[in-house]
């Protein structure tokens, strides 16, 4: 392959995905059609296809870079506002009410895809599912960190308040939940 068709195919690739996201943010995945997507992409739809094969697997790589994203942006956030892992995890809500307050704020894709689709298999669900795995055991490890008793538990319980925070902020377009969410995290780590 050139690097005239590689330089050229990547740009593309990455616009389609770009429309896409915006797109499956704002509006959901299964009310956004390829026709949309492709019109707001800039691009032909045999060349979405080429790309991605189906929606579905547009919608997978859509939800997996998203959920990526979000989780090193919570890792880094965590890492900055907190010394030690149970400031860490006291810095992950301050950082979610930070992010309730911005008006581009839409909850989690990674939470909309599995409320929003019900099929086990379709490969967005797949990677929403990858994604609430990912984020438990980055909880799961800051709980250890702290020195948890049950590690394990307490980690479940964290990703209920951060998951918890999301659907409520997006529901209240308040950063209340988060807020609220830091004060049940704090007794929890105390006890």
């Given at each position: 392959m050139s690097t005239t068709t590689t330089a050229r195919t990547l740009p593309t690739r990455d616009s389609i995905l770009d429309a896409a996201e915006r797109l499956f943010c704002t509006r959901g995945i299964q009310t956004v059609g390829v026709d949309l997507i492709v019109a707001e992409a800039g691009v032909a739809k045999m060349t979405l296809y080429k790309h991605f094969h189906s929606k579905d697997l547009l919608a997978a790589e859509v939800v997996r870079k998203r959920s990526q994203a979000m989780r090193d942006w919570l890792v880094s956030e965590s890492k900055r506002r907190g010394q030690d892992a149970a400031g860490q995890i006291l810095g992950l809500f301050d950082a979610l009410a930070e992010w309730f307050e911005k008006s581009e704020?839409?909850?989690?894709?990674?939470?909309?895809?599995?409320?929003?689709?019900?099929?086990?298999?379709?490969?967005?669900?797949?990677?929403?599912?990858?994604?609430?795995?990912?984020?438990?055991?980055?909880?799961?490890?800051?709980?250890?960190?702290?020195?948890?008793?049950?590690?394990?538990?307490?980690?479940?319980?964290?990703?209920?308040?951060?998951?918890?925070?999301?659907?409520l902020a997006a529901a209240w377009k308040s950063s209340a939940p988060a807020v609220r969410a830091k004060q049940v995290a704090r007794v929890l780590l105390d006890a």
């Open positions: 704020f839409r909850a989690c894709l990674a939470l909309n895809t599995t409320l929003e689709i019900a099929e086990p298999e379709h490969p967005a669900r797949v990677e929403a599912m990858n994604h609430k795995v990912a984020m438990r055991a980055i909880l799961e490890d800051l709980a250890i960190r702290a020195g948890a008793e049950r590690p394990k538990e307490l980690g479940d319980q964290l990703l209920i308040l951060v998951h918890g925070s999301i659907a």
